[in-house]
């Protein structure tokens, strides 16, 4: 039972974690959280793309904390499962890092 309500809240958590919500294109870069890293750490798109985040780090909690203007370009409370995407709406250079582990620090450019 277990397995199915992570993949149900992985769900949730992708459509509920779009940045400015509406229908769009499917996220054109995936971020992986493995290894205590973000892979790639820096990742560039364009006005109106999407980014997903994927867990899988086992039981290695992360999120993605925004440290920019976007108040909307956060992720929530660490997690140890599931898929989280952003759709940036504005160009500019974006930089995050997961709260529980300070090192790991990610940048998005936007053009």
Same mark, same amino acid.
């Given at each position: 039972?277990? !397995? /199915?309500?992570? +993949?149900?809240? /992985? /769900?949730?958590?992708? +459509?509920?974690?779009?940045?400015?919500?509406?229908?769009?294109?499917?996220? #054109? /870069?995936? #971020?992986?959280?493995? *290894?205590?890293?973000?892979? !790639?750490?820096?990742?560039?798109?364009?006005?109106? =793309?999407?980014?997903?985040? +994927?867990?899988?780090?086992? *039981? #290695?909690?992360? *999120?993605? =904390?925004?440290?920019? &203007?976007?108040?909307?370009?956060?992720?929530?409370? !660490?997690?140890?499962?599931?898929?989280? %995407?952003?759709?940036?709406?504005?160009?500019?250079?974006?930089?995050?890092?997961? &709260?529980?582990? !300070?090192?790991?620090?990610?940048?998005? #450019?936007? %053009?």
């Amino acid at each position: 039972m277990r !397995p /199915a309500l992570g +993949v149900t809240l /992985a /769900a949730a958590v992708l +459509v509920a974690g779009c940045g400015g919500g509406g229908p769009g294109a499917p996220p #054109v /870069a995936t #971020v992986t959280m493995q *290894n205590v890293a973000y892979t !790639p750490a820096n990742v560039s798109v364009r006005v109106g =793309d999407a980014i997903a985040w +994927v867990w899988a780090d086992g *039981n #290695v909690p992360h *999120n993605i =904390d925004g440290a920019s &203007d976007l108040s909307t370009f956060d992720s929530g409370g !660490p997690t140890t499962t599931g898929t989280w %995407s952003y759709r940036f709406r504005k160009a500019g250079t974006y930089t995050y890092h997961c &709260d529980v582990h !300070p090192s790991m620090i990610g940048t998005i #450019v936007v %053009s």
